[in-house]
């Protein structure tokens, strides 16, 4: 258990679902994966987000491909019961816990592993590789050397740095595919993410 595990898992993870529930979210991340998709990927028939929360990707993600199958790994008790009413599988539990049972062709984060004790990234870099069969996801704040920012008010809540950098330096398969930047002031806004899209080749 880590204090951030501890921090999502209680009253600052059950106030963050109704901060960020609503049709407009729904709207702007429809519009997000699109924008990814458009680099004319195979359809993929699995996904897996880690830190699913109560499923505003997914509920996105389905009006895109509504034949693929959704599972999300979620810490909060609330965000993962009401998860379920949207993903077909919910893993309950914090990422370093979570059993992951066989491999997706589409596994993803978004505004999640910023907010991971940095011990523990490369357990996470690791689970999200093993469970990717084709195509890996990071969707995360930017920086180019790790940093620390206050989260409303919270120290050692918030972290930022070249994640799928740091996943691509360790795992020589991953090639990236695309990558760009979604900004807050946008018609259908995001949160100032930079994602990059890698690709598992079969050989390094």
Same mark, same amino acid.
């Given at each position: 258990?880590?204090?951030? *595990?501890?921090?999502?898992?209680?009253?600052?993870? %059950?106030?963050?679902?109704?901060?960020?529930?609503?049709?407009?979210? !729904? +709207?702007?991340?429809?519009?997000?994966?699109?924008?990814?998709?458009?680099?004319?990927?195979? =359809?993929?028939?699995?996904? @897996?987000?880690?830190?699913?929360?109560?499923?505003?990707?997914?509920? *996105?993600?389905?009006? @895109?491909?509504?034949?693929?199958?959704? =599972?999300?790994?979620?810490?909060?008790?609330? /965000? /993962?019961?009401?998860?379920?009413?949207?993903?077909?599988? !919910?893993? #309950?539990?914090?990422?370093?816990?979570?059993?992951?049972?066989?491999?997706?062709?589409?596994?993803?984060?978004?505004?999640?592993?910023? #907010? @991971?004790?940095?011990?523990?990234?490369? /357990? +996470?870099?690791?689970?999200?590789?093993? +469970?990717?069969?084709?195509?890996?996801?990071?969707?995360?704040?930017?920086?180019?050397?790790?940093?620390?920012?206050?989260?409303?008010? #919270?120290?050692?809540?918030?972290?930022?740095?070249?994640?799928?950098?740091?996943?691509?330096?360790?795992?020589?398969?991953?090639?990236? #595919?695309?990558?760009?930047?979604?900004?807050?002031? %946008?018609?259908?806004?995001?949160? %100032?993410?930079?994602?990059?899209?890698?690709?598992?080749?079969? =050989?390094?």
């Amino acid at each position: 258990m880590t204090e951030q *595990a501890d921090f999502w898992r209680g009253k600052f993870g %059950d106030e963050y679902i109704s901060r960020n529930e609503s049709d407009l979210l !729904v +709207a702007s991340n429809l519009v997000f994966f699109s924008r990814i998709f458009e680099s004319s990927i195979e =359809t993929p028939e699995s996904f @897996l987000e880690l830190g699913a929360n109560v499923g505003m990707n997914i509920r *996105a993600l389905k009006l @895109l491909f509504p034949q693929s199958k959704f =599972t999300g790994i979620e810490i909060n008790s609330e /965000a /993962a019961s009401r998860l379920g009413n949207i993903a077909d599988d !919910v893993i #309950h539990g914090s990422i370093e816990e979570a059993v992951i049972p066989g491999s997706y062709d589409f596994v993803f984060t978004k505004g999640v592993l910023i #907010h @991971l004790n940095p011990e523990s990234l490369p /357990a +996470a870099y690791e689970k999200i590789y093993e +469970a990717s069969s084709r195509w890996i996801l990071i969707a995360e704040y930017y920086n180019p050397s790790p940093m620390q920012i206050v989260y409303r008010g #919270h120290a050692n809540k918030l972290f930022k740095r070249d994640f799928a950098g740091e996943m691509m330096e360790r795992f020589p398969r991953l090639k990236l #595919h695309s990558y760009g930047f979604s900004y807050r002031n %946008d018609n259908f806004p995001q949160d %100032d993410i930079s994602w990059f899209l890698l690709k598992k080749s079969r =050989t390094a």
